[in-house]
């Protein structure tokens, strides 16, 4: 088990960039003695450009790499060899070292699993210039006067007292020079050649950095001498070839100061051309994508559609052999039966002498049976016919198919007494007259079937209009129900009444259901025990015959 822990913090190392680490680090302790120093009316100001070096191995691959290339490449010791002077205050440029190292090391890690600020190269570098300026306030002091107590071994000739206007001084150059280079190597990062050395990813998006870092540098540069070219050759009156082979601090440090300022702007423009190509690319793959996912959801509808086709030719195919049966099984159904009934006329007829009370109410018993029998297959074959109906729309006035219908019921029923009635005005509407006829037909069928026990028959009929549709209604006097049944209204062979007390077959709603769903409308029914019913069915407005309906009515 203790075999299996590892008590290295730097574990998972990998060789290759561990070499590099170490290269940069060395490469970076070698650039300190070959510094740039510039000199600013009396104040020098030193560049030591080989600290980009580690920097560059912390923001590509974390804390670790950079801390190995600082150390073991010995970039550490760099203060106490440019500011040896400075004694134990030499210490602190190394802390801050280590520092800077630290935090961009942190950042670089977090930046790929965040997008949050807090990650940010500059805000980062913020905090760091913070905590920078409370070490150089706080504690380059104390080690100053740490020279007087114990002299350092390696310098005896260091400082003992430093002012604090130029303590501020020294460290908010040593704040800008880092931060410059911060900048550059923001910038280097996003060449391709330099990302190859880090082995950091690079897309087609990056393959113009170098080209577009270079050209704008270049412009830069070339501005620059123009303008000194004006300024000493024209204005100062020096020989062009004399003031470059001797250049003068102005020089120096206006060639210094463009070169920076060309490459970080370099820097933010190829990140902006490099982002732009980015987002192109993605474009570019998104619109393949659709264009697979379009051409997959065509082969996929194609598929389907003929599926669909095939599935539809089978289900026709075994709807006209099911209705095929279904006619040939109420013809062989019917035929018995008719034969039932009429044995059982003859018999009556025949025999009735020769046959008691009882057997003669058998015998008409089954005569009824088999009448009823023979009426449900008829019923049930007019439901399927009108499931399966095609309609064929035409205008239809309203009012003169239920005055038709209630006179033929009137006509087949003599011994009752019917009344009927119009609230509002009935429209012509568009539907197919022989269903819609079948369902006014059923509607008015059931409403004098179960008003049969009153004096006087009432049913009215009428129309609302709404902004979609028409509102139907037939109403009349009879026995009503309960309305917590009246779901059960609609399904085939459901009834509320007993056969003995009210005749049919428990098709006829459902049969009105079926018309009505086929044009498009909705039913329901109402009732109150005792009180009658109210059937309702809607027809949806046609443009066609709108204006005409209601002229006509």
Same mark, same amino acid.
């Given at each position: 088990?203790?075999?299996?822990?590892?008590?290295?913090?730097?574990?998972?190392?990998?060789?290759?960039?561990?070499?590099?680490?170490?290269?940069?680090?060395?490469?970076?302790?070698?650039?300190?003695?070959?510094?740039?120093?510039?000199?600013?009316?009396?104040?020098?100001?030193?560049?030591?450009?080989?600290?980009?070096?580690?920097?560059?191995?912390?923001?590509?691959?974390?804390?670790?790499?950079?801390?190995?290339?600082?150390?073991?490449?010995?970039?550490?010791?760099?203060?106490?060899?440019?500011?040896?002077?400075?004694?134990?205050?030499?210490?602190?440029?190394?802390?801050?070292?280590?520092?800077?190292?630290?935090?961009?090391?942190?950042?670089?890690?977090?930046?790929?699993?965040?997008?949050?600020?807090?990650?940010?190269?500059?805000?980062?570098?913020?905090?760091?210039?913070?905590?920078?300026?409370?070490?150089?306030?706080?504690?380059?002091?104390?080690?100053?006067?740490?020279?007087?107590?114990?002299?350092?071994?390696?310098?005896?000739?260091?400082?003992?007292?430093?002012?604090?206007?130029?303590?501020?001084?020294?460290?908010?150059?040593?704040?800008?020079?880092?931060?410059?280079?911060?900048?550059?190597?923001?910038?280097?990062?996003?060449?391709?050649?330099?990302?190859?050395?880090?082995?950091?990813?690079?897309?087609?998006?990056?393959?113009?950095?170098?080209?577009?870092?270079?050209?704008?540098?270049?412009?830069?540069?070339?501005?620059?001498?123009?303008?000194?070219?004006?300024?000493?050759?024209?204005?100062?009156?020096?020989?062009?070839?004399?003031?470059?082979?001797?250049?003068?601090?102005?020089?120096?440090?206006?060639?210094?100061?463009?070169?920076?300022?060309?490459?970080?702007?370099?820097?933010?423009?190829?990140?902006?051309?490099?982002?732009?190509?980015?987002?192109?690319?993605?474009?570019?793959? &998104?619109?393949?994508? #659709? /264009? !697979? $996912? =379009?051409? +997959?959801? *065509?082969?996929?509808?194609?598929?389907?559609?003929?599926?669909?086709?095939? &599935?539809?030719?089978? #289900? /026709? !195919? $075994? =709807?006209? +052999?099911? *209705?095929?049966?279904?006619?040939?099984?109420?013809?062989?159904?019917?035929?018995?039966?008719?034969?039932? /009934?009429?044995?059982?006329?003859?018999?009556?007829?025949?025999?009735?002498?020769?046959?008691?009370?009882?057997?003669?109410?058998?015998?008409?018993?089954?005569?009824?049976?088999?009448?009823?029998?023979?009426?449900?297959?008829?019923?049930?074959?007019?439901?399927?016919?009108?499931?399966?109906?095609?309609?064929?729309?035409?205008?239809?006035?309203?009012?003169?198919?239920?005055?038709?219908?209630?006179?033929?019921?009137?006509?087949?029923?003599?011994?009752?007494?019917?009344?009927?009635?119009?609230?509002?005005?009935?429209?012509?509407?568009?539907?197919?007259?022989?269903?819609?006829?079948?369902?006014?037909?059923?509607?008015?069928?059931?409403?004098?079937?179960?008003?049969?026990?009153?004096?006087?028959?009432?049913?009215?009929?009428?129309?609302?209009?709404?902004?979609?549709?028409?509102?139907?209604?037939?109403?009349?006097?009879?026995?009503?129900?309960?309305?917590?049944?009246?779901?059960?209204?609609?399904?085939?062979?459901?009834?509320?009444?007993?056969?003995?007390?009210?005749?049919?077959?428990?098709?006829?709603?459902?049969?009105?259901?079926?018309?009505?769903?086929?044009?498009?409308?909705?039913?329901?029914?109402?009732?109150?025990?005792?009180?009658?019913?109210?059937?309702?069915?809607?027809?949806?407005?046609?443009?066609?015959?709108?204006?005409?309906?209601?002229?006509?009515?």
């Amino acid at each position: 088990m203790i075999s299996n822990i590892s008590f290295s913090p730097f574990k998972n190392i990998s060789l290759y960039k561990t070499i590099v680490s170490l290269m940069m680090g060395f490469i970076g302790f070698l650039g300190i003695f070959v510094s740039s120093s510039f000199d600013f009316n009396g104040f020098s100001v030193n560049f030591t450009w080989s600290l980009i070096l580690p920097l560059l191995v912390s923001l590509a691959w974390g804390i670790k790499y950079g801390i190995i290339s600082i150390t073991l490449g010995l970039v550490i010791v760099y203060p106490f060899i440019l500011g040896s002077y400075n004694g134990w205050a030499s210490l602190v440029p190394a802390i801050s070292l280590c520092l800077w190292i630290i935090i961009h090391g942190y950042g670089s890690e977090n930046r790929e699993k965040s997008k949050s600020i807090y990650f940010n190269i500059y805000f980062l570098q913020f905090i760091y210039i913070i905590i920078r300026m409370l070490i150089y306030v706080f504690i380059f002091p104390l080690l100053i006067r740490l020279n007087n107590i114990q002299p350092p071994f390696w310098n005896a000739d260091i400082i003992t007292s430093i002012d604090s206007e130029l303590l501020l001084l020294f460290a908010i150059k040593g704040i800008i020079v880092e931060s410059i280079f911060l900048a550059l190597c923001d910038a280097l990062l996003l060449l391709p050649f330099i990302r190859k050395i880090f082995r950091l990813k690079t897309t087609n998006a990056t393959k113009h950095n170098t080209k577009i870092m270079i050209t704008i540098v270049f412009f830069g540069l070339s501005f620059a001498l123009v303008i000194l070219t004006i300024h000493n050759y024209i204005i100062d009156q020096h020989h062009i070839l004399y003031w470059l082979l001797h250049p003068n601090e102005k020089t120096k440090i206006t060639f210094l100061l463009t070169t920076i300022l060309f490459f970080i702007m370099g820097g933010i423009t190829v990140r902006y051309v490099q982002r732009m190509l980015e987002v192109q690319d993605d474009l570019k793959i &998104r619109e393949k994508q #659709l /264009e !697979n $996912a =379009v051409e +997959e959801i *065509e082969s996929l509808n194609e598929s389907l559609e003929q599926r669909i086709a095939k &599935r539809t030719a089978e #289900l /026709e !195919n $075994a =709807v006209c +052999e099911l *209705e095929g049966f279904a006619y040939t099984i109420s013809h062989d159904l019917k035929s018995p039966l008719r034969a039932i /009934e009429g044995y059982s006329t003859i018999i009556q007829e025949d025999y009735a002498d020769a046959l008691n009370n009882d057997a003669n109410e058998m015998i008409g018993n089954v005569k009824d049976i088999s009448n009823n029998m023979i009426h449900l297959i008829d019923r049930l074959l007019d439901y399927a016919v009108t499931s399966k109906a095609k309609l064929k729309k035409e205008p239809v006035f309203v009012k003169n198919v239920v005055e038709s219908v209630f006179y033929e019921h009137e006509i087949a029923n003599p011994t009752l007494t019917m009344q009927l009635a119009f609230e509002g005005e009935l429209p012509t509407i568009y539907v197919d007259k022989v269903l819609f006829k079948q369902a006014i037909s059923n509607g008015i069928s059931n409403a004098i079937k179960f008003s049969r026990n009153k004096e006087i028959i009432q049913i009215t009929a009428g129309c609302k209009k709404t902004c979609r549709e028409y509102i139907f209604f037939i109403k009349d006097n009879g026995v009503g129900f309960n309305m917590k049944y009246a779901d059960k209204l609609f399904h085939v062979f459901q009834r509320l009444h007993r056969t003995e007390d009210f005749e049919g077959t428990g098709i006829g709603l459902a049969t009105i259901r079926k018309v009505i769903q086929k044009h498009g409308g909705r039913v329901w029914i109402e009732g109150v025990q005792d009180q009658g019913a109210i059937l309702y069915f809607t027809i949806p407005f046609n443009k066609d015959v709108h204006k005409e309906g209601d002229n006509n009515a």
